[in-house]
């Protein structure tokens, strides 16, 4: 075979413009798929139009080699190609490690931020999914540009090879139409706490995630330590909800207690602010109600408002409901 | 060859080098992670690891059998049908599914023989042949990779609510094991999937057995038949016994800082007992428990309910709780009895039972313990 020393010829160690655009893909490929910072504050969304232009970018001056058919390739190219897979291969094995390393080291870093704890349990965060997909994508094009070079296979383009550009809008139109007009998925959970005990009152743990679109376009959640005596049923564990002490079931009368009491804050227990992960590509701003009904039910509601742009524009509304009855009975969820 | 002279020179930050040092990175964590209660485990995948190192230090040839592409496919089949066995295997796994994931790790073994591991050999190790065969598995792979990985995650998260809670499962359980599996050994399965048969000994002079060839067969031996012994031990081993009793224990929870006695006005006894099976992997059952008495019966305090019953430490080993009871008869006498049965991890046809009984008489006389 005599296409070896060519393409071995190819892997010159110039800073060419390609060679940038791969190293500007990785890094924001790295700034996705680290954990640090633990929110991107709803810039993940640039960062993934970023990805997708330079993806084009590298796609187009490698005349999209990783995705022709082997017919349509010379025996240069199609060895280029194949040893531009192992190399990605392998590229994803080391990228699956790095976030998995990035998961501890952010788990660790968050050490004492309790919002994970008791909330419905998320597989893979959007941003880490999306990094994932991104990997797989891109990662051959971007070896074939790197090992390619501008020596011998990124002649200049014409204007008429850069069309592709064009799906950068229309791909952050759709993400914005599709976080308009998707349905808002609903996971539940009820009992992953099962520690917590009241006195004179049984006490269970409901936690519910509305998201749109996987997360990428935002999600609310809501997790509650629900108890009742069969009288009533409260929210315990967050002062900010004012659940009224008065049927709080207590060990002695409230006349003999030496000061009044008051509602811990227990956000392990309770919680109604997003995790950092479900801001990383639309802003999420919650707040949580809740209302003891004459029949002694409790009605819980988080509002969330997911804002992708600034300034409200564009901004979805989406509520969450928890009813429970005196007895410990759901009423209503979702 | 050409590019004989390009080769040369092995460089020293390299794809592979980097993916060993991640490998070793996170491995150390998580043994770190093992070392304090399970030191037998931990010295165990220190000594698989050590093992990875010496075997893949030596050269291989597939031998008749390997060398043969229908049992290679045949390899190569067997290791498909487990990775998608491991795909139903949930967040906690079960006593008949280790022994499966012990046959993976030999089939696996046997692949890097079968295709004499240039899936990922250093390229300066390759011809010319190899590394084209080489190249074209891990097109092949990256596509399976792709389609397989990327799309089922991608479907799972965003599909239904039921898909979502399954992957929630699945990265923590079977399913992460079998994505580990495709990541660093499907190249290898496509390598030994698509190669010809071999035909010509030319292309394999036959080996010579190095020492470090006979210690890397040795190795390979102490690593499986080690897991058996450990599991044999569970019922040849005599079972170890330790207990003590305090009498009127005190509760730390009394005013000021001074203690109170648990049982109150009555007298107390607190138990404190634990039995450990096996040699190597120590499997440990312990009990602790205060109960009380007051001259017409006996009665528990805590530590013999049923939420109590909780196997300690086990190594190679699954406890499941068969019995806790406790009752007083007619006669005021309490007896507890709490019964584990240890199952061998690798041979789960392999167990014994432990068993734990208090009687205590309504004044005070210790009957049977533990």
Redesign the interface.
Known sequence: ??V??EV?QTTSRRWSTVRISVLLLAACWLLLASSLPASLHGAGIVLVLALVVLDLALGVTTNWLAFLPTSRLDERQA?L???A??????????G???M??FT?VGAIAAGDNLQSINAV????SPRH?VA??EL??I??TAVIAWLQDDASGSEPRGLQHWWSLLLVPLFAGAWLVAGQVLPA????TRGSSGLFEAYGATCDHFATEKSI??GLAGSARLKVEVCWDGRHAFAFGDPSLHTPMDIVPIPVPASELAAPLSMPSEPDLTSCAPRDPDSDFVNVSETCTEQIGPDGSMHLTAHARMSPLSGDLGSRDIEIQLVVSRDGKILAEG | ???SL?RSRRPMVT??R??AL??A??LG?FLLGFLPPFVASFGYLVLVLVTIVVVRSVPVEPGAWLGLRIVRRGLVVVISLITLDLLTFGASFNPTEFPLIFVLALADFALGRATRRIASAAIIDLD?RQE?L???A??I??AV??VS??LV??V???A??DS??W??D??HGGPALSFLQL??FL?AMVIAWIEPDRISDDDAPRLRQSSRARLAYAMVAVCIILPIVFSITLIASPIRTSAFTVADPIDGRGVNGVGIKSCGNNHGLYFGARKDVGWGGVSSVPLTAVACWNGSRAYPLWGMFSSDCHPGTTEWAFASTLTCRQATGSDGTLTFTYRTRLRAVLLPFISRDVVMTVTLTKDGKVVQFP
Not at chain 1, 85 to 94: I, P, Q, S
């Open positions: 075979m005599t070896q020393p071995l060895a190609r194949n040893r897979y192992r190399v990605a291969f392998r590229l994803v094995a080391v699956v490690l790095l998995v390393a501890i349990p998320d597989a893979i999914l994932f997909l797989l994508v990662g051959p998925q609903t996971v539940t679109a996987g | 060859m050409v590019s390009s794809i592979e980097i993916t991640l490998i990175l996170l964590v010319e084209s080489r190249n074209q891990h097109r792979a990256y990779l792709a990985v990327g995650l991608l799972a998260d965003v239904t609510p979502h809670r992957l929630v699945a990265i990541l660093f190249p």
